[in-house]
Nanobody
Framework: QVQLVQSGGGLVQAGGSLRLSCAAS????????MAWFRQAPGKQRELVAL???????NYADFVKGRFTISRDNAKKTVYLQMNSLKPEDTAIYYC????????WGQGTQVTVSE
């Protein structure tokens, strides 16, 4: 069973930055796509960013130019660097592993104050 352990997040003022990390337990980490989702209160879960096994990235329009997804296969970790944060970025953020988002992290709260 694959485990994803998230870290980072917290409370930040608008315009600030945070970095989320997600460490995977699988030795086959490099072969999998990784992604970050988020879910705000009362809203549906939405895809934020994805990085393929080959390093290609895709971003939701609402984070383009502000967020950066990256991966370190040696550390079996995916990151989400979040800059220029806005109050509307407040949500629980989840990392996933797999081409069909097969495994999920425990979630981490990101709160952006005015």
């Amino acid at each position: 069973q694959v485990q994803l352990v998230q870290s980072g997040g917290g409370l930040v003022q608008a315009g600030g930055s945070l970095r989320l990390s997600c460490a995977a337990s699988t030795s086959g980490f490099g072969a999998y796509n990784m992604a970050w989702f988020r879910q705000a209160p009362g809203k549906q879960r939405e895809l934020v960013a994805l990085i393929t096994s080959g390093g290609r990235t895709n971003y939701a329009d609402f984070v383009k130019g502000r967020f950066t997804i990256s991966r370190d296969n040696a550390k079996k970790t995916v990151y989400l660097q979040m800059n220029s944060l806005k109050p509307e970025d407040t949500a629980i953020y989840y990392c996933t592993l797999g081409h069909r988002y097969d495994f999920w992290g425990q979630g981490t709260q990101v709160t952006v104050s005015e």
